[in-house]
T-cell receptor, first 115, second 115 residues
């Protein structure tokens, strides 16, 4: 009964490859996020979706493409992977304002290593 | 644009010492404030949150934080730390973004508690 789940947990791949990370939440939340955490633990928001609609798109290379097939899922596809993409990627979700407490619930993270 | 500053990047304390981690934000409107904790190798979890009302907020594991609006601050405190408090601590601010919200995280403070 995991609240926010991500797959895979670890991903090791070579430069130039294309890979996807999947995220699912069973909390009934409308809003989902992708964050990138670098080696210094700095947490940077990448994208936010609300009920399948993109609402935040920070300055992220267009090699990164999020896809939300429904409000419980937000996947991240990365094309032409580069060394600098190595990081831990966290998925998160929360309720919309006005729907009660809306702190973020985080997934366990996906550690991506590009060699 | 809003920003969140955590001035202490790395704090080392002995067990039973008192803790105060600083958090300042820049946003003139209504905010919601959070502290999250990330234990080694784990995802972020909510420690405490402030939405409205009493500016002194109590969270889990004996942590508390005080919202001082005039200082744009939301410092985290604990009177006596334990070795198990060793973790990365993130301050976060939610601000309105249309009908949604934007979450901005601070750069994090690494707390190391020495037995």
């Amino acid at each position: 009964d995991t609240a926010v789940s991500q797959t895979p947990k670890y991903l090791v791949t070579q430069m130039g490859n294309d890979k996807s990370i999947k995220c699912e939440q069973n909390l009934g939340h409308d809003t989902m996020y992708w964050y990138k955490q670098d080696s210094k633990k700095f947490l940077k928001i990448m994208f936010s979706y609300n009920n399948k609609e993109l609402i935040i798109n920070e300055t992220v290379p267009n090699r990164f493409s999020p896809k939300s097939p429904d409000k419980a899922h937000l996947n991240l596809h990365i094309n032409s992977l580069e060394l600098g993409d190595s990081a831990v990627y966290f998925c998160a979700s929360n309720r919309r304002p006005g729907q009660g407490s809306y702190e973020q619930y985080f997934g366990p993270g996906t550690r991506l290593t590009v060699t | 644009a809003q920003s969140v500053s955590q001035h202490n990047h790395h704090v080392i304390l002995s067990e039973a010492a008192s803790l105060e981690l600083g958090c300042n934000y820049s946003y003139g409107g209504t905010v919601n404030l959070f502290w999250y904790v990330q234990y080694p190798g784990q995802h972020l979890q909510l420690l405490l949150k402030y939405f409205s009302g009493d500016p002194l907020v109590k969270g889990i594991k004996g942590f508390e934080a005080e919202f001082i609006k005039s200082k744009f601050s939301f410092n985290l405190r604990k009177p006596s730390v334990q070795w198990s408090d060793t973790a990365e601590y993130f301050c976060a601010v939610n601000t309105p973004l249309g009908g949604y919200q934007k979450v901005t995280f601070g750069t994090g403070t690494k707390l190391q508690v020495i037995p």
